[in-house]
């Protein structure tokens, strides 16, 4: 069993529909409108709920920012990098251009699961996790994506590079966000066309993409930066690059678009050529 705590991620979980829960425990110093809501919810589902005091959740929880409720659930399910290969289909039915998300070793859990928050809101079709030297997709990062990690498609693999060949052999551009000196960065974030088929990968925190994962890119974007400081946090520029690719995926699907279609019948890039073509 797992433990997810805090209002938003419970609830997600409950909507996501993903996960089978246990019991769920809130405290009895709570009492709020939002929160009885959330119980009268979890108790139409049949999942049960008992009260306890906030001192207990803090122990259950490992933490006190629990917000007054925990749930015991089991752990989600994987997908495999197999299931990204092709996008959900989109509100009018059409296949949508795919959106994926890479992380070559993100660290912290916090980073984590601010980028899987922002991947949410932008449309991101699925993520792809490393199994080792990254961080788990623990209570503390589903947290700190505000329940997005439950809504969102998440593979785990072992190789990192293989996982980017498999997908760049589905037709998908591998576009890596470069961290390194502004002269070693090929093209400016928003001055690439995302409207097609693409992955995004992001490196660790400080030391950017991996020398193998960077040569498995066909693509390097930077971040141009005006200030003393040469580069954002992780979180922070994957939010920045993110939002441009839903930006033009967006303007690409035409006047009354919604954002939840993924950018429906998104128009193809003109044809790029990747690194060393």
Not at 61 to 81: F, L, N, Y
Not at 101 to 110: H, K, T
Not at 170 to 199: H, K, M
Request: glycine share 10%; aromatic share 4%; hydrophobic share 40%.
């Amino acid at each position: 069993m797992e433990i997810l705590y805090g209002v938003h991620p419970v609830e997600e979980a409950l909507r996501a529909g993903r996960r089978r829960f246990d019991h769920v425990v809130v405290a009895r110093e709570r009492q709020d409108i939002r929160l009885e809501r959330l119980v009268d919810e979890f108790r139409q589902a049949g999942v049960r709920v008992r009260q306890e005091t906030r001192e207990q959740l803090t122990q259950l929880a490992g933490t006190a920012g629990h917000q007054g409720v925990v749930a015991v659930v089991r752990p989600q399910e994987s997908v495999s990098i197999e299931d990204l290969f092709t996008a959900p289909r989109s509100i009018d039915g059409g296949q949508a251009a795919r959106l994926v998300l890479a992380l070559d070793g993100v660290e912290d859990p916090q980073n984590l699961g601010a980028l899987l928050r922002v991947a949410d809101g932008a449309g991101v079709d699925g993520v792809v996790l490393t199994e080792r030297r990254s961080a788990p997709l623990s209570p503390v990062a589903v947290k700190a994506s505000a329940g997005a990690a439950e809504h969102l498609r998440i593979a785990r693999v072992v190789n990192l590079v293989r996982a980017l060949e498999d997908l760049k052999r589905q037709n998908l551009w591998i576009i890596g966000l470069d961290a390194s000196p502004a002269e070693r960065g090929l093209t400016d974030y928003d001055r690439f066309d995302f409207t097609g088929d693409c992955v995004l990968v992001l490196g660790r925190e400080g030391a950017g993409l991996h020398d193998l994962v960077r040569k498995t890119c066909d693509h390097l974007l930077r971040i141009p930066m005006a200030g003393g400081v040469s580069s954002l946090n992780v979180s922070a520029a994957g939010a920045v690059v993110l939002y441009e690719a839903f930006r033009q995926r967006r303007a690409a699907a035409g006047p009354g678009s919604n954002a939840s279609s993924k950018a429906a019948g998104a128009s193809k890039p003109v044809k790029q050529k990747g690194l060393g073509s």
